[in-house]
């Protein structure tokens, strides 16, 4: 599995920027795609994450309402768009896959190398 990653940068407080993210691999055994974030010194935490066959949408708490996740699967693509930043987001955002063979076995996680957000004060 293979990820392209693009969007991050330097950017004010209050400010927005948009993560992208191809992925490579099956489409038909993907499960989820989705963004964790890790800032320094900081273990690595989930941000949010999309079904990749259904509807449903997940974020963390901290960014509800502030970051919206989409995908096109047309492109194996997903998108988190990212609003009113904070200095609290800085982090490497990293993109993330599970897949899975059928409903029966357990998905298998993967992540890319990430990209890096900072938020100015």
């Known amino acids: 599995v293979q990820f392209e990653e693009s969007g991050g940068g330097l950017v004010q407080t209050g400010g927005s920027l948009k993560l992208s993210c191809t992925v490579s691999?099956?489409?038909?055994?993907?499960?989820?795609l989705g963004w964790f974030r890790q800032a320094p010194g900081k273990e690595r935490e989930f941000v949010a994450d999309?079904?990749?066959?259904?509807?449903?949408?997940y974020y963390a708490d901290s960014v509800k309402g502030r970051f919206t996740i989409s995908k096109d699967k047309a492109k194996n693509t997903v998108t988190l768009d990212m609003n009113n930043l904070v200095p609290e987001d800085t982090a490497v955002y990293l993109c993330?896959?599970?897949?899975?063979?059928?409903?029966?076995?357990?998905?298998?996680?993967?992540r890319g190398r990430g990209t890096q957000v900072t938020v100015s004060s």
């Open positions: 691999g099956d489409p038909n055994s993907m499960y989820t």
């Open positions: 999309v079904s990749w066959s259904g509807a449903a949408v």
């Open positions: 993330t896959a599970d897949f899975r063979r059928s409903a029966y076995d357990p998905p298998i996680h993967y």
